[in-house]
Antibody
Framework: QVQLQESGPGLVKPSDTLSLTCAVSGYSIGSDYKWGWIRQPPGKGLEWIGTIYHSGTTYYNPSLKSRVTISLDTSKNQFSLKLSSVTAADTAVYYC??????????????WGQGTLVTVSS | QSVLTQPPSVSAAPGQKVTISCSGSSSNIGNNYVSWYRQLPGTAPKLLIYDNNQRPSGIPDRFSGSKSGTSATLGITGLQTGDEADYYCETWDSSLRAVLFGGGTKLTVL
């Protein structure tokens, strides 16, 4: 059974870089599949942040692309999100997720439980 | 403002049927598969429908999906109070090269 678990600071200062990690168990992330990050501001809808392929290729939301970096660490079986120059608008629950099929970017079937990141001084 | 448009809320009585619409364009829904998710308060979204009308194992056949042109629809029959949740459509946009989510629809079972 594939499981994903987000971790990272719950509070980030404005203009700093938000850094989160998604630890994966039950599957080797370097083998296949595409691994995504999605966020949800309090009381609002879902927003795709970006996806990294098992090969390291990345796709980012055009609206966030200039500030986002997603990377893989196959030795630790985890992938990470960095979002720079954060503002209060980046306050959200951040989810990591995996699609149901290795051939697609979306159709997310496995999700972490989510972690709330608040941007505040 | 989401590229995919959903009604903010829908409601129906227990045992009844409800439909939730998701409207897009040719670059997203019109040429790509649609998925639907249910999100209960305080929990991660759960995949209900993928590839327009396919249900993952464990999802009851009370849930159905369809697509026509640049719109998609989620149907739920035999409504239960436990179906009260937020529902989101999702698809790929070929022009933006991005995954899109609808704005979400809050279902109330009266």
């Amino acid at each position: 059974q594939v499981q994903l678990q987000e971790s990272g600071p719950g509070l980030v200062k404005p203009s700093d870089t938000l850094s989160l990690t998604c630890a994966v168990s039950g599957y080797s992330i370097g083998s296949d599949y595409k691994w995504g990050w999605i966020r949800q501001p309090p009381g609002k809808g879902l927003e795709w942040i970006g996806t990294i392929y098992h090969s390291g290729t990345t796709y980012y939301n055009p609206s966030l692309k200039s500030r986002v970096t997603i990377s893989l660490d196959t030795s630790k079986n985890q992938f990470s999100l960095k979002l720079s120059s954060v503002t209060a608008a980046d306050t959200a629950v951040y989810y990591c997720a995996r699609p149901r099929s290795s051939t697609v970017v979306n159709r997310f079937d496995y999700w972490g439980q989510g972690t709330l990141v608040t941007v505040s001084s | 403002q989401s590229v995919l448009t959903q009604p903010p809320s829908v409601s129906a009585a227990p045992g009844q049927k409800v439909t939730i619409s998701c409207s897009g364009s040719s670059s997203n829904i019109g040429n790509n598969y649609v998925s639907w998710y249910r999100q209960l308060p305080g929990t991660a979204p759960k995949l209900l429908i993928y590839d327009n009308n396919q249900r993952p194992s464990g999802i009851p056949d009370r849930f159905s999906g369809s697509k026509s042109g640049t719109s998609a629809t989620l149907g739920i029959t035999g409504l239960q109070t436990g179906d009260e949740a937020d529902y989101y459509c999702e698809t790929w946009d070929s022009s933006l090269r991005a995954v899109l989510f609808g704005g979400g629809t809050k279902l109330t079972v009266l």
